[in-house]
């Protein structure tokens, strides 16, 4: 092996400014690594529900799940777990299987998500750690009626919707 020493002793330092040594195959060039530190939602890339999960706990993950960072974190968890998101967006993430579903990035860029103010988020952040605590449908059914209000949804449409299990 160490007939290769000379010539991997000469790479660069472009891709991460720092140099190896001169046996390291793989170079760690993560920039988010202090993201997985930060509030943010959890949530699988292969799934039977559409589960997302609301981590303020530093939470790693492996490579068959995702993570959404930045603003409004506890509201967008309330909202993605909602049932208005299940009722209008599910058919945007493909199907896998019978029941299966792929939730990737790439399926979210076109749902427009109403941006509350701080009050609301940390009304969001109370409901949904208490909901990630101690689950019931009737927990569910108020933080749809607290969306459907942010959403001026008519009775009408409140009833078209309903109340959407997590499948």
Wanted: a neutral charge; proline letters at 5%.
């Amino acid at each position: 092996m160490t007939k290769f020493k000379e010539p991997l002793s000469k790479r660069n330092t472009a891709e991460t400014g720092i140099r190896y040594e001169w046996y390291a195959m793989q170079r760690w060039g993560a920039k988010y690594w202090d993201d997985f530190f930060k509030p943010k939602i959890m949530y699988p890339n292969m799934t039977m529900f559409l589960p997302f999960y609301y981590d303020t706990k530093g939470f790693y993950q492996n490579d068959k799940s995702f993570m959404i960072t930045g603003e409004n974190i506890a509201y967008l968890t309330a909202f993605l777990n909602s049932s208005l998101f299940k009722y209008c967006f599910i058919d945007n993430f493909p199907k896998l299987g019978d029941k299966g579903r792929e939730v990737r990035k790439v399926f979210f860029d076109k749902i427009p998500v109403l941006q509350p103010d701080k009050e609301t988020d940390e009304k969001f952040k109370k409901l949904v750690e208490d909901i990630q605590h101690d689950f019931t449908v009737d927990k569910a059914k108020n933080i749809d009626q607290l969306i459907f209000d942010l959403y001026h949804l008519t009775p009408e449409e409140r009833k078209q919707i309903g109340y959407i299990e997590i499948q």
